[in-house]
């Protein structure tokens, strides 16, 4: 069996880092192990073509949950990156980091060391912003962070038009407050994706104590007694870890994992014949998700993104990316939105994301027009899902529900936000360029049973599942992990992906993922510690 210091599972936004880092140290040998393939893929480099990525499917993994009454008895679909770089190569590249009250209220609930004022010089360490300096703004770190440049006319006119509904224009939403309207930033550098394979991985993968394993599906972690010794892959190799095994599987397989290795309810491992090394109820529990809906607007003209991949209009398109890196090809599509306080409660609790075309969704055909879309979507949900096992077979996807709704308030939220959205749909910059409005039906706003209804029939995730390995304080008994994200009862094991957020921030989650994970770096090479 070959023997390393660190196996890192799950090459990904968080495994990036962490391979990265830990491999710093030429004495340290590194194993990293990735189910999906190298990123190689042209349309993962051009911002515009996530699109294509989604469509093409060969570099992500659509985990289909159980039907929910919810969302009208649909059942969730979220798709997550299985490529290296994770979700940070497939995703719509914007850089959001959430509220500070996010992180104040990780450290409020026992996770010492997590408040904001903790975290941000993390934050800022990793970045280096091309736009923004100062207190919040990092200039030396490895991840680009850019606004695109390119932006749609129409995500110009939607934020003339949320002006002119009284939110304010926000030129930072990672500044001193997150309030309002505006361009989102970005992981892009020169008109490129800068996904963490590019900001950590490209440098790392060039030293001889780092070792990569692409298209590797590792299937359960090894113990010796309750001490984390290396892991098995799918095709029945192993690979030791004389110091620590680090989980950066993502929230659905992470605890899936460590499911099928022994760690997690007791009652529910048993129930599937599988032996206890650790009881923790909470694996796989306190899953939450962002979720939103959609507004979406006919253009008069055809100035939209609709079909701008097809045909000369898309050998144009990819002729001036190719030679200059700009144009439509360098846009993330989602160029513009903003975050709003829409139940008054002192901080903005919903997010717009804008899409200048009509999107559609796996159980909705998009609508065949020109148009825009602004979707509004839930920051922090109420709701609560779980990802359990099916069976001990690791090729059985997990018994996954995304319990979407499952708390009323979010679906009031949602209801409020398409309130709003239509507001600035029909605000002047944007109904001079609008025919008529196509989703939700016109009138249906009169009723809220209507909107509700509306809400729950189109409401999709926008792929932020996280918490199914919550980080907490020794008093908590759902928790999965320490604040040095060490996994409770066993040794030698931590997590240190989106699984471990004890409640979902008020934002993206790549950017807070990453973060987490320099973190965990940082604890296991002793550069920092909480003395916890
Ligand atoms: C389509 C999409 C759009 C998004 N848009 C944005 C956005 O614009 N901005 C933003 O901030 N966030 C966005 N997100 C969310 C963000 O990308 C994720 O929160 C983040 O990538 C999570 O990082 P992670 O390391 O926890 O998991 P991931 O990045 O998903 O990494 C997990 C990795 O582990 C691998 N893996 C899983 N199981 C195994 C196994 N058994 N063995 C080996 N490898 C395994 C997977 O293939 C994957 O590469 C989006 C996500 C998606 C999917």
């Given at each position: ?253 992470t605890p899936r994992l460590m499911q099928l290795s022994?760690?997690g309810n007791a009652k529910h491992l048993s129930d ?136 009323n308030d979010d679906l009031e939220i949602l209801v ?117």
């Amino acid at each position: 069996m070959e023997k390393f210091d660190y196996i890192v599972v799950g090459g990904g936004s968080s495994g990036c880092v962490m391979a990265s880092r830990l491999s710093e140290d030429p004495g340290a040998r590194v194993l990293l192990i990735e189910s999906g393939r190298r990123d190689d893929a042209a349309f993962i480099k051009i911002p515009a073509t996530f699109f294509k990525v989604i469509e093409k499917g060969r570099d992500i993994v659509a985990y289909v949950g159980e039907p929910a009454e919810g969302v009208n008895g649909r059942p969730s679909v979220v798709l997550q990156g299985n490529v290296i770089g994770g979700g940070s190569s497939v995703n719509a590249m914007l850089y959001v980091r959430g509220q500070a009250e996010d992180y104040d209220g990780w450290a409020q609930d026992g996770n010492r060391g997590w408040g904001y004022s903790d975290v941000l010089p993390v934050f800022r360490d990793l970045e280096t912003n091309m736009e923004h300096s100062g207190e919040f703004h990092g200039t030396e770190g490895e991840l680009h962070v850019s606004e695109t440049g390119f932006h749609h006319p129409l995500s110009r006119a939607f934020i003339r038009a949320a002006q002119e509904t009284g939110i304010p224009y926000n030129p930072d939403f990672n500044g001193s407050d997150q309030t309002g309207v505006g361009f989102y930033q970005t992981t892009t550098h020169n008109g490129r994706r800068w996904s963490a394979a590019e900001a950590f991985l490209r440098k790392a993968e060039k030293r001889k104590n780092l070792k990569i394993i692409t298209e590797a599906r590792v299937a359960r972690i090894l113990f010796e007694g309750t001490r984390a010794v290396g892991v098995t892959l799918e095709d029945g190799s192993r690979y030791g870890a004389a110091g620590e095994v680090v989980l950066c599987a993502g929230a659905i397989e992470t605890p899936r994992l460590m499911q099928l290795s022994g760690i997690g309810n007791a009652k529910h491992l048993s129930d599937h014949g599988i032996e206890v090394v650790a009881d923790l109820p909470g694996v796989g529990e306190n899953y939450q998700d962002h979720l939103e809906t959609t507004v979406q607007g006919v253009t008069k003209d055809p100035i939209s993104f609709y079909r701008q991949d097809k045909g000369l209009r898309g050998a144009l398109h990819m002729a001036q990316y190719l030679a200059t890196r700009t144009g439509m090809l360098a846009s993330n599509v989602v160029e513009s939105g903003g975050f709003i306080d829409v139940s008054d409660v002192g901080l903005p609790d919903l997010q717009l994301h804008v899409l200048p075309f009509m999107v559609g969704w796996a159980d909705r055909e998009p609508i065949e027009e020109h148009g825009i879309a602004i979707g509004p979507c839930f920051l922090r949900p109420k709701s609560r899902g779980s990802v359990k096992l099916r069976s001990a077979d690791f090729k059985d996807a997990a018994l996954f529900d995304a319990g979407s709704f499952s708390h009323n308030d979010d679906l009031e939220i949602l209801v409020r936000g398409v309130k709003k959205s239509i507001e600035i749909l029909e605000a002047p910059s944007l109904a001079r360029l609008i025919k008529r409005r196509a989703l939700p039906e016109p009138g249906i706003e009169n009723s809220d049973d209507a909107l509700k209804d509306f809400v729950r029939q189109t409401a999709k995730t926008v792929f932020h599942p996280v918490g199914t390995a919550k980080m907490g304080p020794d008093s908590d008994s759902m928790a999965v992990v320490d604040t040095e994200l060490r996994v409770r009862g066993v040794q030698g094991l931590r997590v240190a992906d989106a699984s471990i957020m004890p409640r979902l921030v008020s934002g993206n989650t790549n950017a807070p993922t990453m973060m987490i994970a320099e973190r965990g770096a940082r604890f296991i090479t002793g550069k920092e510690t909480l003395n916890c």
